[in-house]
């Protein structure tokens, strides 16, 4: 992998791997979990700021009633980074635009760290389309920061993106870290972003299949295992 990719130790911390660096994730929540060796496409997140969300690059779509708080708790990488989001009225949104070719015929997937710092709330994660024909997804929340994620597959009929939101709603109130928008059905590892879009290089893993094996089985992120016929000699991922 020609770049930094990141992906959980042992403790449920995340970590940043350095390129050509192999990537051997564990489970976030059930601590000590082992996954195994992480291989993933590439991908690119499109969105700025992706990790604090500050005000500026996103912004409050609703008229000033979003309340944001930097610093507020503990991110996933260790840092004290998350934010904290409180709703003041039934349509509180907090949004971030992103420049992109228009995603007709392809399926975008919009990802972040949340829970909730009171009750068990949900909330939706949206899609902002021109026109206002925005594409609304409910997602619930509880006390654990997770990742919680919501896809759209884009027709040519839609209106051209002009970002995504969380809408809060009138008195929830949230911890918020690691925004991601990337082109794919499924999240895939948290790609931090700055004042620009970042990319993760696709992985690839060469070894030997020794003699005597005849049969490899991938396990996926979703638990569903492939197993594929191979030969003894070298083989790639």
């Known amino acids: 992998r020609s770049s930094a990719g990141t992906y959980f130790n042992a403790l449920g911390v995340m970590m940043s791997a350095a390129s050509n660096t192999a990537r051997f994730d564990y489970s976030p929540t059930a601590i000590g979990t082992f996954l195994g060796l992480l291989i993933e496409p590439a991908s690119t997140n499109l969105l700025f700021q992706s990790s604090t969300m500050p005000a500026g690059t996103w912004s409050d779509a609703s008229a000033g009633t979003t309340t944001i708080t930097q610093g507020y708790g503990t991110a996933p990488d260790g840092t004290t980074t998350a934010v904290r989001l409180q709703g003041n009225n039934a349509n509180t949104w907090w949004a971030s635009p992103y420049s992109a070719a228009s995603p007709a015929s392809q399926t975008r997937t919009f990802s972040a ?125």
């Open 113 to 237: 760290y949340l829970k909730a710092n009171v009750g068990t709330p949900s909330i939706s994660m949206n899609f902002l389309l021109n026109g206002g024909s925005n594409k609304i997804q409910s997602v619930a929340l509880n006390g654990s920061l997770l990742r919680r994620s919501v896809s759209y597959a884009f027709s040519a009929g839609d209106n051209f993106p002009l970002g995504v939101a969380f809408n809060i709603g009138n008195g929830n109130d949230l911890t918020a870290w690691g925004a991601q928008l990337e082109a794919g059905s499924v999240p895939t590892s948290y790609i931090p972003t700055l004042g620009a879009q970042a990319s993760r290089a696709a992985d690839m893993c060469t070894f030997t299949i020794p003699a005597g094996v005849s049969s490899l089985r991938y396990v996926f992120d979703d638990d569903s295992t492939q197993t594929v016929s191979v030969t003894p000699g070298a083989y790639q991922i």
